[in-house]
T-cell receptor
Framework: GIQVEQSPPDLILQEGANSTLRCNFS?????LQWFHQNPWGQLINLFY???GTKQNGRLSATTVATERYSLLYISSSQTTDSGVYFC?????????????FGKGTLLTVNP | NAGVMQNPRHLVRRRGQEARLRCSPM?????VYWYRQLPEEGLKFMVY????????ESGMPKERFSAEFPKEGPSILRIQQVVRGDSAAYFC???????????????FGPGTRLTVL
């Protein structure tokens, strides 16, 4: 099946700093989503971005499908940005619409 | 517009009991997915259902686990004779459609945290 690798695994920032999270995937995708799992365990949809660039406030994402990677940018980070960021993909071939998740990036934003 | 709803949010069972987890998809969504998040592991797909049909159950353990999505009512994930290794967070997701070249964003519920004593 499709493989998803996220980097870095852990990231510690001071409030106000910017960061870039990366997601590499091993095959063509129908769907790519970014999620934030907050400290209460809830999965929040950030972006649905199988290709192209999107922005939502301080967050933006870019997926270059031909090169099989996606980037999530967080600008002017806040303590509420802390949590785990997951990239998840639905492969084109034989995945039957299920999402395969990366292991996540644990982000800690200190005041 | 209500999101995906799951209940209960927390469930405690003793070994050998049954656990029933419920999921109501977002309004207008007819595709339901169940995922499990084990401690120290990532989120793993379990099963994909449409109304009255199991489409893909390749991630479901072969024994003790079953899922349904009846014509009326929520989707149910059922775990019989629970063991300690079943302790995990179980998430349900729904999407408006599925398949290539369609808008198939999955939206997740808050999860059910199952603890087996």
């Amino acid at each position: 099946g499709i493989q998803v690798e996220q980097s870095p695994p852990d990231l510690i920032l001071q409030e106000g700093a910017n960061s870039t999270l990366r997601c590499n995937f091993s095959d063509s995708v129908n769907n790519l989503q970014w999620f934030h799992q907050n400290p209460w365990g809830q999965l929040i949809n950030l972006f649905y971005i199988p290709s192209g660039t999107k922005q939502n406030g301080r967050l933006s994402a870019t997926t270059v499908a031909t090169e099989r990677y996606s980037l999530l940018y967080i600008s002017s980070s806040q303590t509420t940005d802390s949590g785990v960021y997951f990239c998840a993909v639905e492969g084109e071939k034989g995945s039957n619409y299920k999402l395969t998740f990366g292991k996540g990036t644990l982000l800690t934003v200190n005041p | 517009n209500a999101g995906v709803m799951q209940n209960p949010r927390h469930l405690v069972r003793r070994r050998g009991q049954e656990a029933r987890l419920r999921c109501s998809p977002m309004k207008g969504h007819s595709h339901v997915y169940w995922y499990r998040q084990l401690p120290e592991e990532g989120l793993k797909f379990m099963v994909y259902l449409q109304k009255e049909n199991i489409i893909d159950e390749s991630g479901m353990p072969k024994e003790r686990f079953s899922a349904e999505f009846p014509k009326e009512g929520p989707s149910i994930l059922r775990i019989q004779q629970v063991v300690r290794g079943d302790s995990a967070a179980y998430f349900c997701a729904s999407s408006p459609s599925s398949g290539r070249y369609t808008y198939n964003e999955q939206f997740f519920g808050p999860g059910t945290r199952l603890t087996v004593l």
